[in-house]
T-cell receptor, first 115, second 115 residues
Framework: GAVVSQHPSWVICKSGTSVKIECRSL??????MFWYRQFPKQSLMLMAT?????????EQGVEKDKFLINHASLTLSTLTVTSAHPEDSSFYIC???????????FGNGTRLTVT | AQSVTQLDSQVPVFEEAPVELRCNYS??????LFWYVQYPNQGLQLLLK??????LVKGINGFEAEFNKSQTSFHLRKPSVHISDTAEYFC?????????????FGGGTRVLVKP
């Protein structure tokens, strides 16, 4: 079945540094990928829609300059948290679908801790 | 605008007992409903979905859900739970039938199956 791989699964970084998270569709092409953020014991909040070859569409309240999204190929989208702060610590999850009539597949998430 | 409410944040249940997780939604357009399960430190896995047709939907792992348009509900049920069903469950809604689109998630229900 369709698999979405996310890397790294966890990362610890110092405040002020940048962190890049990768989301890959391993056996299908995805023109659209979604990035979610999940705080402890809370639901997933959609951050942005990543579109291959074009700019990402950000949800209201999400800082574009802080959460940089690049969808350079049909199998890879990256989320870069720039100048990370402790409040950016969270669980980030990506998802992708082989097509509009196919279900979403989720990555296993990346736990980011900013110290 | 769409919203999803999961009325129970936690549901403790004994092994082999039945469980019902409640989900209510609001939407001004046609809705398509989904239930996902999340195991610790993992992404989400689709349990089942309602797109159209029969209001009783059967999913994986013995789960089923019933779409009730008049009550705007999509409650999830399992007649007999196992320890392995301990997880977080999310109800989600989309205004497009293909799950490969943006989802709005409920707050989640944590199920703890006790021996």
């Amino acid at each position: 079945g369709a698999v979405v791989s996310q890397h790294p699964s966890w990362v610890i970084c110092k405040s002020g540094t940048s962190v890049k998270i990768e989301c890959r569709s391993l056996d299908f092409q995805a023109t659209t990928m979604f990035w979610y953020r999940q705080f402890p014991k809370q639901s997933l909040m959609l951050m942005a829609t990543s579109n291959e070859g074009s700019k990402a569409t950000y949800e209201q309240g999400v800082e574009k300059d802080k959460f940089l999204i690049n969808h350079a190929s049909l199998t890879l989208s990256t989320l870069t948290v720039t100048s990370a702060h402790p409040e950016d610590s969270s669980f980030y999850i990506c998802s992708a679908s082989p097509g509009r009539d196919s279900p979403l597949h989720f990555g296993n998430g990346t736990r980011l801790t900013v110290t | 605008a769409q919203s999803v409410t999961q009325l129970d944040s936690q549901v403790p249940v004994f092994e082999e007992a039945p469980v019902e997780l409640r989900c209510n939604y609001s939407s001004s357009v046609s809705v398509y409903l989904f239930w996902y399960v999340q195991y610790p430190n993992q992404g989400l896995q689709l349990l089942l979905k309602y797109l159209s047709g029969s209001t009783l939907v059967k999913g994986i792992n013995g789960f089923e859900a019933e779409f009730n348009k008049s009550q705007t509900s999509f409650h999830l049920r399992k007649p007999s739970v196992h320890i392995s069903d301990t997880a977080e469950y999310f109800c989600a809604v989309s205004d497009e039938p293909a799950a490969g689109n943006k989802l709005t998630f409920g707050g989640g229900t944590r199920v703890l199956v006790k021996p």
